[in-house]
């Protein structure tokens, strides 16, 4: 037990620690602004489709 509380406030203490959290928060940031960006696509595009069969289903 001793030796796992030693090895965890190593990894505090140490530069590895702050930059995997940091490493992490920006992987986050990534996931959430191309998700937002996915989103934002797909409904584009759903739209354009539904505008495109509304146009070929009104001509026939």
């Not at 190593?10 to 928060?25: I, N, R």
């Not at 959430?32 to 797909?42: D, P």
Request: charged letters at 15%.
């Amino acid at each position: 037990m001793r030796s796992v509380l030693h090895a965890v406030k190593h990894f505090l203490v140490s530069e590895d620690g702050p930059t995997a959290v940091e490493y992490a928060v920006m992987l986050a940031l990534i996931v959430v602004v191309c998700i937002a960006a996915i989103t934002s696509l797909g409904q584009s595009a759903r739209d354009k489709f539904q505008k495109v069969s509304d146009t070929i289903a009104n001509a026939q």
